[in-house]
């Protein structure tokens, strides 16, 4: 089978649902799910987000500092920690009146190499076409 | 005949989602397709056993039991479960337990992949 594209896309806002840590989590469980698969097979999700969904990549989240729980932030960098491409849509975030400086661009103090892309709703619809499976969040 | 894997997230009570869930997975293996269901998020209720069946809420273990009885494999997130005060002890019988790659991986194989969004 080989490798299997997946895009998770999530479209609601952080902590209201439970939704965007869900879709977090279980992209992030690609990493270890070879275990269940067979040799040579593999996932490779992305993680993009649309809609009030964008806000899930605002940084300087305070989660843990008012709900004692991990924050969204937390997740997103972990996904860019082990290579796992992050997408925003640039025309909700423009509907949000949010500038590439107030999302989580990168994860260097994790260690990490790959950035956040911003990418029009042209190119998101063009990968929802090119995946295996789509998982909407 | 073709191998379908449903995503569940909603909760039993609040939305008559997760019914949707069960009634698909039952035409779909109506039509000979092997169905496999991931519980995770809010639908991980349904690994609770020995709930009580009022008309008033959706009650589910026994469509449930009588699909995993056909051929139908249900994986609740372990997770997701325990986060919930639902434990090994508590999960119905013939139900599995594993973490969220279980989903992953299935979706490799599986011909089609229906993910039913919670709340």
């Given amino acids: 089978m080989g490798a299997v594209k997946l895009l998770f896309v999530v479209q609601r806002p952080p902590y209201k649902s439970e939704n965007p840590r869900l879709a977090l989590t279980h992209a992030i469980a690609s990493q270890t799910a070879e275990i269940y698969m067979d040799e ?10 649309v809609g009030d969904g964008v806000l899930n990549a605002v940084k300087n989240q305070q989660a843990m500092k008012l709900y ?5 932030e937390n997740h997103i960098k972990s996904c860019l920690l082990i290579d796992l491409p992050v997408w925003v849509c640039k025309e909700d975030m423009e509907r949000l009146g949010l500038k590439e400086d107030q999302i989580i661009t990168d994860a260097e103090d994790m260690g990490a190499e790959l950035k956040t892309k911003f990418v029009s709703y042209a190119d998101i619809q063009k990968e929802m076409e090119s995946v295996k499976h789509l998982l909407f969040f | 005949m ?6 569940v997230f909603p909760s039993l ?11 698909l997975a039952e035409a779909g293996m109506a039509k000979g397709h092997k169905v496999n269901m ?9 690994a609770k056993k020995g709930q009580k069946a009022f008309k008033d809420y959706s009650h589910l273990e026994k469509r449930m039991k009588e699909l995993m009885g056909k051929g139908m494999e249900v994986t609740v997130c372990e997770a997701c479960a325990e986060a919930r005060g639902y434990h090994k002890e508590d999960t119905p019988e013939g139900m599995k337990r594993a973490s969220m790659d279980w989903y992953l991986a299935k979706t490799v194989k599986t011909d ?8």
Wanted: hydrophobic share 45%.
């Fill in chain 1, 40 to 49: 040579g097979d593999s996932v490779v999700p992305t993680m993009v987000f």
């Fill in chain 1, 68 to 72: 004692g729980v991990t924050t969204t």
């Fill in chain 2, 2 to 7: 073709g191998e379908l894997t449903l995503g």
């Fill in chain 2, 13 to 23: 009570v609040g939305s008559m989602s997760l019914d949707f869930a069960f009634k």
């Fill in chain 2, 38 to 46: 991931w519980l995770s998020g809010n639908a991980v209720m349904m």
């Fill in chain 2, 112 to 119: 089609r992949l229906l993910h039913i969004g919670g709340e």
